[in-house]
Structure formats: structure tokens, C-alpha cells
């Protein structure tokens, strides 16, 4: 489950937010100032990162931006109790993944959290999938790796290497060998799997990069 620490000089707010999301199965940590939240972003591994505008020490757009410089994975979730257009605008701008007005309400926060991960998600596929010059065809990608048999069909002609029609089949135990060939045909049209000389299958560089991002999903 997802890594966040909430940074917010109320002690109080920080306390609530921690009990609530961590009922919702996340790992919260909590600081109180700027500086502090600065020395836990560099030794721990957060997702997520829940931060004030307004903070002693250190501002929160200056923390936005030394977390977006030096730690670009980390999601920034901006909160604050003076909202404005060209505050909220500006926090874009400078990196953050959301901006949020107190008072707030805790729906809104855990929608927010929901919302940031699964557009990070969406990032990593895009990072992991394409290198330069590739059509970035992620949607097509993700409709493609969801089926069940075409995940699993992928995953076995990686781990053996090179596979013919038939070893496919009777390796995913499927009677209906025009069922196979369809979904062979969806892995072949989005580059995932190839066919040599021989028309033995096996997976592509661009289908290891999938294995690797389902891997990191332990959707496989």
C-alpha cells in the first residue's frame, strides 16, 4: 500500500489524517514543520506527500519545488487555508498533483489520494513502456495486457523463451485453438510478441518492458 507523510503545523490535523487514512490502508507518517518534512522525504519512500502551504520555516512552495527537483517520484498534495486562483495555479506549475482548501472534508482528501496514485500509476506505464520514438500507444497497451489470457500467454513465452503455437496452448490449457490465435494476434498487433522464421513466438523488447511493469504490479 501506498507510503504518505502529511506535513501540516497543526498537530492536531496531522494526528486525524493519520488515523483516517491509515484506516483506509496506507502507511501515514507525520511532521510538523518543513524542515523536518525535508529530512523524512530523504531517507524514507514515500508515494505521497500531503503538505501545507503555509508552514514555519520552510514554505510550501519552496518544499514543493526541492521535492519536485530532487525527488520527482514523490506525489505532492497541497492543502491550505488561504486558497486562491494564483496560488492554486502556481502549485500546478511547481509540480503538485492537487490543491485543497480548508476546511476540507475527509472525503475529499482520500478521492484526492485515490485520484493521484492511480494517474502515477498511468506515468510509471507510460515511463516503463515507451523509449524515444515509439507511438505511445499506453491505452491500447493497457486494454491489451488486462485480459487474463493474454497476460498469462505473454508471461509463458517469456519464461520459456521461444514457443510454438502448440506449446502455447497446451501450456494454457486451452481447447479452442482459434480462441488462442485471436488473442495471439491482439499481443502481435501491439509489438508485444514477435514470430521468427520458424513462427515460434517469443516476446519482444518492448514486451519484456510489459513483463517488467507487471512484475513491479505483482500482477504477475
Given amino acids: ?130 523509449v524515444e520514438g515509439e507511438e505511445k500507444d499506453t491505452e491500447k497497451i493497457l486494454k491489451v495486457i488486462a485480459n487474463p489470457i493474454r497476460c498469462r500467454a505473454l508471461y509463458t513465452i517469456y519464461k520459456k523463451g521461444v514457443m510454438c503455437f502448440t506449446s502455447i496452448k497446451n501450456e494454457l490449457q486451452l481447447e479452442d485453438p482459434t480462441r488462442l490465435s485471436f488473442h495471439l494476434r491482439q499481443l502481435r498487433e501491439s509489438n508485444l510478441v514477435s514470430q521468427d522464421s520458424s513462427r515460434e513466438y517469443f516476446v519482444t523488447p518492448k514486451g519484456k518492458r510489459v513483463i517488467k511493469l507487471l512484475k513491479s504490479f505483482d500482477a504477475i
Fill in 1 to 130: 500500500m501506498a507510503e504518505i507523510l502529511i506535513v501540516d503545523d497543526d498537530r492536531e490535523i496531522c494526528s486525524i489524517l493519520k488515523e483516517i487514512l491509515e484506516e483506509e490502508g496506507y502507511h501515514v507518517d507525520y511532521v510538523t514543520s518543513g524542515d523536518e518534512a525535508l529530512i523524512e522525504i530523504d531517507k524514507g519512500n514515500y508515494d505521497i506527500v500531503i503538505t501545507d502551504l503555509i508552514m514555519p520555516k520552510i514554505s510550501g512552495m519552496d518544499f514543493l519545488s526541492y521535492v519536485k527537483r530532487y525527488k520527482p517520484g514523490i506525489e505532492i498534495i497541497m492543502i491550505t487555508a488561504f486558497g486562491s486562483i494564483e496560488n492554486a495555479v502556481e502549485a500546478m506549475k511547481r509540480g503538485a498533483s492537487d490543491y485543497i482548501e480548508k476546511p476540507f472534508k475527509l472525503k475529499d482528501i482520500k478521492t484526492s489520494i485515490k485520484r493521484v496514485l492511480e494517474e502515477a500509476k498511468f506515468k510509471k506505464v507510460h515511463e516503463v513502456l515507451f
